[in-house]
């Protein structure tokens, strides 16, 4: 147990919707991360906070947004949703933001699929 | 419950040696196996996967993995390192829909 949290396991919805992510990090980590994963493949990095503030931006939809709430945990909104959606979206956490020897700690991921 | 377990959390090696980076999991169940590196200041990047097939599994840029199934293991290899190897390398198992990670090994390659 990496001691993330991703909540729900699954989600099932349908195109045009919009839900909403969650994960809490590691107790006292202040850095989440999200990724986009399709099956087998790579992980695509999608946005960074640390300490409540957006630290880092990858490859995110302008239909995807993100924060993270004064107790550290992090939702990822996902709006107007499209087929190519579906997806394994991971959170991760760290103490610090990487640059140095900082471990990531990786949730179990949320499984999307956009009927 | 699934776990994913990277003993060595730092390994310093020298240029042109060989280096094994260890990855033992936890499944008494049929489970898909990768190794993903991320080198510095850039986003996670699938190494090489086992899903079926050949025990042994391997890259483009020289590394290798052998999927045992009788010790749980998905060791990852490679017999001559560069500088360039050094990143931090992540084992998963996917069980299911599900991603369980190892906490990473940084591996530093030392000139």
């Known amino acids: 147990d990496s001691g993330v949290t991703q909540t729900p396991k699954h989600l099932i919805t349908a195109t045009g919707q919009r839900v909403t992510l969650r994960c809490s990090p590691r107790?006292?980590?202040?850095?989440v991360y999200w990724y986009q994963q399709s099956l087998d493949q790579g992980l695509q990095f999608l946005i960074q906070?640390?300490?409540?503030?957006?630290?880092a931006k990858g490859n995110i939809l302008e239909r995807f947004s993100a924060q993270q709430f004064p107790d550290l945990h992090s939702e990822l909104n996902l709006s107007s949703l499209e087929l190519g959606d579906s997806a394994l979206y991971f959170c991760?956490?760290?103490?610090?933001?990487?640059?140095?020897?900082?471990?990531?700690?990786f949730g179990s991921g949320t499984q999307l699929s956009v009927l | 419950a699934q776990s994913v377990t990277q003993l060595d959390s730092q390994v310093p090696v020298f240029e042109e040696a060989p280096v094994e980076l260890r990855c033992n999991y936890s499944?008494?169940?049929?489970?898909?196996l990768f190794w993903y590196v991320q080198y510095p200041n850039q986003g996670l990047q699938l190494l090489l996967k086992?899903?079926?097939?050949?025990?042994l599994v391997e890259s483009i840029n020289g590394f290798e993995a052998e999927f045992n199934k009788s010790q749980t293991s998905f060791h990852l290899r490679k017999p001559s390192v560069h500088i360039s190897d050094t990143a931090e390398y992540f084992c998963?198992?996917?069980?299911?829909?599900?991603?369980?990670f190892g906490t990473g090994t940084s591996l530093t390659v030392i000139p």
């Open positions: 906070y640390y300490n409540g503030e957006e630290r």
């Open positions: 499944s008494s169940v049929s489970v898909y």
């Open positions: 107790s006292g980590d202040l850095s």
């Open positions: 991760a956490s760290s103490v610090a933001p990487r640059g140095g020897n900082e471990k990531l700690f």
């Open positions: 998963a198992v996917r069980r299911g829909n599900q991603f369980y």
């Open positions: 086992y899903l079926s097939g050949s025990t």
